[in-house]
């Protein structure tokens, strides 16, 4: 049973390699993002940004990991201590297991499961309990209406994200990514699947609640939402899972709109890296750009607009493949 | 897989009894969930891996949040876990008790008769001869599933509707109406 050869134990020191890799410079590029996205934000305002540590200020994360590691970590004596902590571990592991099934180039990439976008929305629709159980065990009034908001909002967004990516998965008739990849050899997925494109991105937005659909946190009725209660790494762990939600919509736009590592003359990883990273200024962009609309009207627009669209999508996608078959 | 199959199933066995026995409520359901995620497991290593996703996506990532909503909207605390726990004598577990011995008891003849079963090695089901099994034969039970949960949306869309809202509007587009008499009426 435990006739190992010297191959699969070369296999397995690979894939484990790959995998630590792959983990390390997901969670490093969440981490720069703290600096990137103020630096960006600066310059859409006009103003320097954080400029002082280090070269063009780059080692401000670390002057900022090092100050939230050495804050007091606080627990509040009313709250729920088991639920309490865990909370800020389901968001990571999630975010980061997701991350499991894509893609990065022709070779890179942990696993190809053949329900790979299934895995991808399975992985997000156990995030929302993340937010939900942080504001209920807070046992504080602001925290559990940020909870309540963000499990309206992501079980709704959760749907149109799911209905738009069935138009890619027809096109490429698999819900493996590597394959969903490969399909768009002739043309880029964002062209025949526009609408498509547009819904999964404004879904993808409200399910890591970034702004404008940060309402789970909106400090001026919130106080800061879910995490109010939160301090020290705990809140850093929610900090740094938003921002790998960030890196996880960029990547999984790029592979299923963009065409993952497709591109002319240079190597598949950098065409990956530019396309997902053009998509990470575009998430700070929005921040920077838009203000965040009222509870109703987030509903009302994922419900009256994007179910609708999403549908007819779907619709007329299934027709053309049929057609065409 | 073998192996994850039988952790996974006892996982499952244990989370569940934790459900039933355990006094607080939002623990009982982040248990349930557990039982939901390991039971998706279940299916991946039977070889069936698009029922695991729907498993997880489905059960546990939809259903089991608005469990989890409702019970928190209910403001539970100490006493209420006080009163549950009192409610959870010895005595009440004997009819359960009972009951679920006879079943287990069945289980356990229909595997040992090496009934089909107890096959873990099966074919893989995927997700293309679900649709077609689903779609083909079966469609007519899939369009009526489709009327029921038309018609209990509709219902809750009536009951949940706020006639006040209807009253304010008119309110306010009177007002409106009334600052703009060159306005259309």
Same mark, same amino acid.
């Given at each position: 049973?435990?006739? +190992?050869?010297? *191959?699969?134990?070369?296999? #397995? %020191?690979?894939? &484990?390699?790959?995998? $630590? /890799? ?14 990137v ?32 590691? +050495?804050?007091? *970590?606080?627990?509040?004596? #009313? %709250?729920?201590? &088991?639920?309490?902590? $865990? /909370? ?50 807070? *046992? ?85 939402g ?8 705990k ?33 598949g ?11 990470i ?39 053309v ?5 | ?87 959870l ?16 008891g ?22 293309e ?14 369009e ?5 949960l ?9 009951l ?22 060159g306005?259309?009426?």
């Amino acid at each position: 049973m435990f006739g +190992f050869s010297t *191959d699969t134990l070369l296999d #397995f %020191a690979f894939t &484990a390699f790959e995998t $630590i /890799a792959i983990l390390l410079a997901v969670v490093i590029s969440a981490a720069l993002l703290i600096w990137v996205e103020r630096r960006l934000l600066g310059v859409w305002q006009d103003r320097y940004g954080p400029n002082r540590v280090g070269p063009f200020g780059i080692l401000q994360v670390a002057a900022d990991m090092i100050k939230i590691f +050495f804050k007091e *970590d606080w627990i509040p004596p #009313f %709250a729920d201590k &088991a639920v309490f902590v $865990i /909370a800020p571990a389901i968001i990571m592991f999630t975010t980061l297991m997701a991350f499991a099934v894509v893609p990065f180039t022709e070779t890179i990439g942990v696993v190809d499961l053949n329900i790979g976008i299934l895995f991808v929305l399975a992985m997000s629709s156990l995030g929302v309990y993340s937010v939900i159980l942080a504001g209920w065990s807070s *046992d504080n009034k602001y925290a559990l209406l940020g909870g309540m908001r963000t499990a309206a909002q992501m079980i709704s967004y959760e749907v149109f994200m799911g209905l738009s990516l069935l138009g890619v998965v027809l096109l490429a008739g698999s819900f493996d990514l590597r394959t969903i990849v490969e399909s768009q050899a002739g043309m880029w997925n964002v062209i025949p699947q526009f609408p498509a494109f547009v819904i999964f991105f404004i879904a993808g937005i409200a399910e890591i609640h970034r702004a404008p659909f940060d309402l789970p946190e909106a400090e001026q009725e919130l106080t800061a939402g879910y995490h109010t209660e939160y301090s020290g790494m705990k809140f850093g762990m929610f900090f740094v899972g938003e921002y790998l939600g960030i890196v996880l919509i960029s990547c999984l736009t790029t592979v299923l709109f963009f065409g993952g590592w497709l591109g002319p003359i240079l190597p598949g990883f950098v065409w990956f890296a530019l396309k997902a990273g053009f998509f990470i200024c575009f998430f700070v962009l929005l921040r920077a750009a838009t203000v965040r609309p009222r509870y109703d009207q987030l509903m009302a627009f994922g419900w009256k607009i994007l179910l609708p669209i999403a549908l007819v999508n779907v619709a007329i996608t299934g027709a053309v493949v049929v057609a065409m078959a | 897989m073998e192996i994850a199959f039988y952790l996974a199933a006892i996982v499952a066995v244990a989370a569940t009894a934790r459900v039933i026995s355990c006094a607080n409520a939002v623990h009982a359901l982040l248990y349930l969930i557990v039982s939901l995620l390991s039971v998706a497991i279940v299916f991946y290593t039977l070889g069936a891996p698009f029922a695991a996703a729907l498993e997880v996506i489905v059960y546990a990532g939809a259903i089991m949040v608005l469990f989890v909503f409702v019970i928190m909207m209910l403001n539970l605390n100490q006493e209420t876990v006080a009163r549950e726990r009192s409610w959870l004598a010895p005595r009440v577990w004997i009819g359960p008790g009972v009951l679920g011995v006879v079943l287990l008891g069945v289980l356990a003849v229909a595997l040992a008769s090496g009934g089909s079963m107890g096959n873990v090695d099966s074919t893989p089901l995927m997700a293309e001869r679900i649709g077609m099994t689903m779609f083909g034969p079966y469609v007519l039970i899939v369009e009526l599933a489709a009327f029921v949960l038309l018609a209990a949306l509709v219902v809750a869309a009536h009951l949940g509707r706020d006639d006040r809202d209807v009253a304010e509007e008119k309110r306010v587009a009177a007002a409106r109406g009334r600052r703009h008499p060159g306005g259309e009426q």
